[in-house]
């Protein structure tokens, strides 16, 4: 059994520790108020009981709190107040330098909780370390310096999460819609070079790559682009290749025969789609950026994004990139495997959806394609016009900008920043009380939540756009003057901020001893899913800010919460008993329930969550079942807004076993193993899976791993 100190790293549970510290309070007092030597074995012997039923490592700070517990429960009170002052004391000390050894173990590599952070990144490399440490710095001037002492506390506790704080120092902004078009229309600068407007599509597609990254390099969350923007280079490789031709024809003495130059043209214009494709997805996934990552980058694919003169050209870009993520990218043995980036969204719409359609060839497609690499996801052209009478694509995973009425500009917008609210942890402070709920969530909201999203505000009100002039000087969000503030792009709509939420299905569950999917679960799910919108509203209001309810993805923080709440509230079936909590309205990973049910069920939420939000089904392997995969790519364009459908896609690459790499309990740790040959390194296995709207491939922390490996299939 392992145990996690404060530094991060995971080392073996020893219960000689507790034992020493116990016997130092003991010391402390007169002997008759002392605890015995078989009560303090007996204590050690509980606590270790305890810590090895939880299924996961605890922390130090976990561990001392049992140990106060159980020398209570003697009641061996002055030694337990001995106890206490020890801790505080030792506290004190390491609060006089918060950073060191956090970045110590970094650098040595064997800080477990960063290990298990983010699944996209590899905390080994030397580019992926120096970001951490430069977020271990921010977050330690973010908590003494930047934020008031109650947001600090109530993120420490799990009250909320301030996403991002490894960032806040800077002023940086989350995710955004790239304008693209303006940018290849009109140039841009990188890195004080010009890049003027392409001429060629394989340019264009050169540019966009470099583009991706230095914005990723600018932000700190996901960006989205579209294919639209990249269809006008099309027809200036046309022109290009037909002229080329035209003068070969000319050179080898051969009749000019317009019909065959176009023939031969549009067959090198599909090779160099074909290439500029291939160049998007092995750029995406080979470059790095400043954070030490692949760019977040998301690539929207929508038929009747352009005009119908222009449609023909857009689905030989679409079926293009189709292919190409279909294929899959080589690993390091050279196997064509599963890729994270970029993450592909398609949408649907009456000229593709179904049979007997222009461009249902395009969603055939789609369909092979997620059934074997899990995207795209599909956005329903025909419920987001219902929904927001626009069809545009989120900033990244899901965060989605709030509707342009007036203009209809979408491209060119960002979100502001995240503040989660754990709303299983205000259920059970209420005790089951209803008044007492609705009491504890105004006030978390209004005292806790608002002051924090305004401090995210604040700190980007005021930048000059130099902090990041691809953003804010050349096109990519906007053509501000060199040293102009951005903070006309704060308000008016133009940008959103985001009230994220967590755990609708736990809260539901305690409050009403029933899941979110029955009633009278469904409507006090529905009636709080309406006050955060509510509260939304009147912060707009108040501000002319965007704000907007958001549908947090959890990655990292689903275990974090899970720990606060079992930390403060104990087990509680059904509710504190897991190592993870389940992302905003979503149906619980373990509850049986069919796939249209869930994407129908959890369409009420989404039409509540309109700063983000996306549902998924969990499916075996559909490769050869494509019916099957179409007919629920065709409910989700009669039912739900945003939908994805999750497969497994993994590489053994000790023994080369292609299928589903299982999760497995060894000595109180969860571990991935081949089911063919045993291996468990990790180092030599390629896993895939969907953790948060995006694909995750280097693996999980064990809040999320147990998460994952409890999901029921839907179909």
Same mark, same amino acid.
Request: aromatic share 8%; proline share 3%.
């Given at each position: 059994?392992?145990i996690?100190?404060?530094?991060?790293?995971?080392?073996?549970?020893?219960?000689t520790?507790?034992?020493?510290?116990?016997?130092?309070?003991?010391?402390?007092?007169?002997?008759?108020?002392?605890?015995? +030597?078989?009560?303090?074995?007996?204590?050690?012997?509980?606590?270790?009981?305890?810590?090895?039923?939880?299924?996961?490592?605890?922390?130090?700070?976990?561990?001392?709190?049992?140990?106060?517990n159980?020398?209570?429960?003697?009641?061996?009170?002055?030694?337990?107040r001995?106890?206490?002052t020890?801790?505080y004391?030792?506290?004190l000390?390491?609060?006089?330098?918060?950073?060191?050894k956090?970045?110590?173990?970094?650098?040595?590599?064997?800080?477990e909780?960063?290990?298990?952070?983010?699944?996209?990144k590899?905390p080994?490399?030397?580019?992926?370390?120096r970001?951490?440490?430069?977020?271990?710095?921010?977050k330690?001037?973010?908590?003494?310096?930047?934020?008031?002492?109650?947001?600090?506390?109530?993120?420490?506790?799990?009250?909320i999460?301030?996403h991002?704080?490894?960032?806040?120092?800077?002023?940086?902004h989350?995710?955004?819609?790239?304008n693209?078009?303006?940018?290849?229309?009109?140039?841009?600068?990188?890195?004080?070079?010009?890049i003027?407007?392409?001429?060629?599509?394989?340019?264009a597609?050169?540019?966009?790559?470099?583009?991706?990254?230095?914005?990723?390099?600018s932000?700190?969350?996901?960006?989205s682009?579209?294919?639209?923007?990249?269809?006008?280079?099309?027809?200036?490789?046309?022109k290009?290749?037909?002229?080329?031709?035209?003068?070969?024809?000319e +050179?080898?003495?051969?009749?000019?025969?317009?019909?065959?130059?176009?023939?031969?043209?549009?067959?090198?214009?599909?090779?160099? &789609?074909?290439?500029?494709?291939?160049?998007?997805?092995?750029?995406?996934?080979?470059?790095?950026?400043?954070?030490?990552?692949?760019?977040?980058?998301?690539?929207?694919?929508?038929?009747?994004?352009v005009?119908?003169a222009?449609?023909h050209?857009?689905?030989?870009?679409i079926?293009a990139?189709?292919?190409?993520?279909?294929?899959?990218v %080589?690993?390091?043995?050279?196997?064509?495997?599963?890729p994270?980036?970029?993450?592909?969204?398609?949408?649907l719409?009456?000229?593709?959806?179904?049979?007997?359609?222009?461009?249902?060839y395009?969603?055939?497609?789609?369909?092979?394609?997620?059934?074997?690499?899990?995207?795209?996801d599909?956005?329903s052209?025909?419920?987001?016009?219902?929904?927001?009478?626009?069809?545009?694509?989120?900033?990244?995973?899901?965060?989605?900008?709030?509707p342009?009425?007036? /203009?209809?500009?979408y491209?060119?917008?960002?979100?502001?920043?995240?503040?989660?609210?754990?709303?299983?942890?205000?259920?059970?402070s209420?005790?089951?009380?209803e008044?007492k709920?609705?009491?504890?969530?105004?006030?978390?909201?209004?005292?806790?939540? *608002?002051?924090?999203?305004?401090?995210?505000?604040?700190?980007?009100?005021?930048?000059?756009?130099?902090?990041?002039p691809?953003?804010?000087?050349?096109?990519?969000?906007?053509?501000l003057?060199?040293?102009?503030?951005?903070?006309?792009?704060l308000?008016?709509? *133009?940008?959103?901020?985001?009230?994220?939420?967590?755990?609708?299905?736990?809260?539901?569950?305690?409050?009403?001893?029933?899941?979110h999917?029955? +009633?009278?679960?469904?409507?006090?799910?529905l009636?709080?899913?309406?006050?955060?919108?509510?509260?939304?509203?009147?912060?707009?209001?108040?501000?002319?800010?965007?704000?907007s309810?958001?549908?947090?993805p959890?990655?990292s923080?689903?275990?974090?919460?899970?720990?606060?709440?079992?930390?403060?509230?104990?087990?509680?079936?059904g509710?504190?008993?897991?190592? *993870?909590?389940?992302n905003?309205?979503?149906?619980?990973?373990?509850?049986?329930?069919?796939?249209?049910?869930?994407?129908?069920?959890?369409?009420?939420?989404? %039409?509540?969550?309109?700063?983000?939000?996306i549902?998924?089904?969990?499916?075996?392997?559909?490769?050869?079942?494509?019916?099957?995969v179409?007919t629920?790519?065709?409910?989700?364009y009669? /039912?739900?807004?945003?939908?994805?459908?999750?497969?497994?896609?993994? *590489?053994?690459?000790?023994?080369?076993?292609?299928? +589903?790499?299982? &999760?497995?309990?060894?000595?109180?740790?969860?571990?991935?193993?081949?089911?063919?040959?045993?291996?468990t390194?990790?180092?030599?296995?390629?896993?895939?899976r969907?953790?948060?709207?995006?694909?995750?491939? /280097?693996?999980?922390?064990?809040?999320?791993?147990?998460?994952?490996?409890?999901?029921?299939?839907?179909?």
């Open positions: 059994m392992n996690i100190k404060r530094s991060g790293q995971e080392v073996v549970f020893d219960g520790k507790i034992i020493n510290a116990v016997e130092k309070a003991n010391k402390e007092v007169p002997e008759h108020e002392r605890l015995t +030597e078989g009560q303090v074995s007996e204590l050690e012997k509980r606590v270790e009981e305890i810590c090895a039923k939880m299924g996961r490592a605890m922390n130090v700070e976990e561990i001392q709190d049992l140990v106060e159980e020398i209570m429960r003697a009641q061996k009170f002055n030694a337990a001995k106890y206490i020890y801790r004391t030792r506290g000390v390491r609060r006089a330098n918060t950073t060191d956090q970045i110590l173990s970094l650098i040595e590599r064997n800080n909780e960063v290990k298990q952070e983010n699944s996209n590899n080994i490399e030397n580019s992926v370390q970001d951490y440490m430069a977020g271990e710095v921010s330690d001037i973010t908590r003494r310096l930047l934020l008031p002492p109650n947001i600090v506390r109530a993120d420490k506790e799990g009250l999460h301030f991002d704080s490894d960032y806040f120092a800077q002023h940086m989350n995710c955004c819609l790239v693209l078009q303006d940018m290849l229309m009109n140039g841009t600068v990188i890195s004080k070079t010009m003027e407007s392409p001429k060629s599509f394989a340019t597609c050169n540019i966009a790559t470099q583009c991706i990254a230095q914005i990723a390099s932000q700190y969350g996901g960006q682009i579209t294919l639209s923007h990249l269809v006008p280079f099309v027809d200036v490789s046309r290009k290749l037909r002229e080329a031709v035209r003068e070969e024809f +050179e080898e003495g051969i009749e000019l025969d317009e019909e065959k130059i176009n023939n031969i043209a549009e067959k090198r214009l599909r090779r160099e &789609i074909q290439d500029g494709m291939q160049t998007i997805q092995y750029q995406v996934e080979t470059l790095m950026t400043t954070n030490g990552q692949a760019p977040f980058i998301t690539v929207f694919m929508w038929i009747n994004e005009e119908e222009s449609r050209d857009l689905a030989m870009l079926e990139m189709l292919e190409e993520r279909l294929r899959g %080589k690993n390091a043995k050279g196997v064509y495997i599963t994270a980036f970029p993450k592909l969204i398609y949408c719409d009456d000229n593709n959806t179904y049979e007997g359609s222009e461009y249902f395009l969603t055939e497609l789609a369909a092979r394609c997620t059934a074997k690499r899990m995207v795209p599909y956005i052209a025909k419920v987001m016009r219902e929904l927001k009478g626009d069809i545009y694509p989120c900033m990244g995973c899901r965060s989605f900008l709030t342009d009425p007036n /203009n209809h500009k491209y060119g917008r960002f979100n502001q920043g995240v503040v989660t609210i754990n709303l299983v942890d205000v259920a059970c209420s005790g089951k009380d008044e709920f609705w009491e504890i969530l105004e006030d978390r909201l209004e005292n806790i939540c *608002y002051p924090a999203l305004m401090a995210r505000h604040e700190r980007l009100k005021g930048t000059p756009s130099d902090v990041a691809i953003l804010w000087q050349h096109g990519a969000l906007a053509r003057k060199p040293g102009e503030r951005i903070d006309k792009l308000y008016d709509n *133009y940008s959103t901020i985001s009230l994220g939420y967590a755990g609708i299905c736990e809260m539901t569950r305690y409050m009403k001893g029933c899941s999917t029955e +009633e009278p679960g469904t409507e006090f799910a009636k709080v899913m309406q006050y955060l919108n509510d509260k939304c509203a009147q912060w707009r209001e108040k501000t002319n800010i965007s704000f309810l958001y549908g947090t959890l990655e923080t689903t275990y974090k919460f899970a720990k606060c709440l079992q930390k403060r509230f104990g087990i509680i079936k509710v504190t008993d897991k190592n *993870y909590i389940t905003s309205y979503h149906v619980h990973v373990t509850e049986e329930i069919d796939a249209f049910d869930k994407l129908k069920f959890e369409a009420q939420f989404q %039409k509540l969550s309109p700063g983000g939000a549902s998924y089904v969990e499916v075996p392997n559909m490769s050869n079942n494509i019916k099957a179409l629920v790519m065709q409910y989700i009669e /039912n739900i807004m945003y939908a994805e459908l999750n497969t497994k896609s993994d *590489y053994c690459q000790a023994c080369g076993y292609e299928g +589903e790499i299982k &999760i497995v309990e060894d000595q109180g740790k969860l571990i991935w193993k081949c089911p063919n040959c045993g291996n390194d990790q180092n030599l296995m390629n896993v895939a969907r953790t948060c709207g995006y694909i995750g491939t /280097n693996f999980w922390n064990q809040g999320r791993t147990q998460e994952i490996a409890e999901r029921v299939l839907h179909l």
